[in-house]
């Protein structure tokens, strides 16, 4: 692990987290949110097919079920994920119809029956960012998380896949860097050492098990789930508590 400079030590510590957009992710996703004073949506790189940007999973009956926002994708790697347009705008109405048929019975749906439903029924956005940012606010509300959530975009880019991510942590006055673990291979925690700023990697094993209404267990689910399953205890079920 990468250490903060001797002549940073004296200055308040800051954490920043540089991640893609994702839609409605799962409860580790807003661990890394609530890790951060600041957390910036990378949004300005490529968007890609079959990926977390636009879809994630429910539980139902039957096993794990995949919401997906359509999207217009005019080539493999001709657009960015701020980019990226909505496809059919009446997809809010059918997500939120398909979360109702499974979770009406769920112990806390009642309770954030008005929240989920004005987060879907309320939403127009016509870019994937804008929809992602919206559900993502609105639930770190849910949480109780309050921490920054910036854009890529309010900052300068410079090229170079770690030297980007150096220079925005710069940009943004940070002295920790907080990644997830698939970054791991190609991190270089040289360059952030280099300028000062300590590097830090999130841990997404031993999360505790909670009551789902619909058996076998399953982590890899949106935070709806754990948040119409547990209610206000859901942060229990976090680490960033």
Known sequence: MARVASDRTHMPGKTVVILQSNYIPWKGYFDLIATADEFILYDDMQYTRRDWRNRNKIKSPSGPLWLTIPVEVKGKYSQTIKET?????????AHWKTIQHNYARAPYFRQYHDVFEELFLGCEEEHLSRVNFRFLTGICRVLDIHTRITWSMDYE??????????????????????SGPSARGYLDEALFQSAGIGVRWMN????????????????????????LNTGAAARTYMKAT
């Open 157 to 178: 880019m410079i090229d170079g896949k770690t030297k980007r991510l150096v220079d925005l942590c710069r940009q943004a006055g940070a002295t920790d860097y907080v």
């Open 85 to 93: 347009r909505i496809a059919d705008p009446g997809w809010p109405r």
């Open 204 to 227: 997404y094993s031993n999360y505790p098990e909670y009551p789902q209404i619909h058996p076998p267990f399953d982590h890899a689910v949106s935070v709806v789930d754990l948040i």
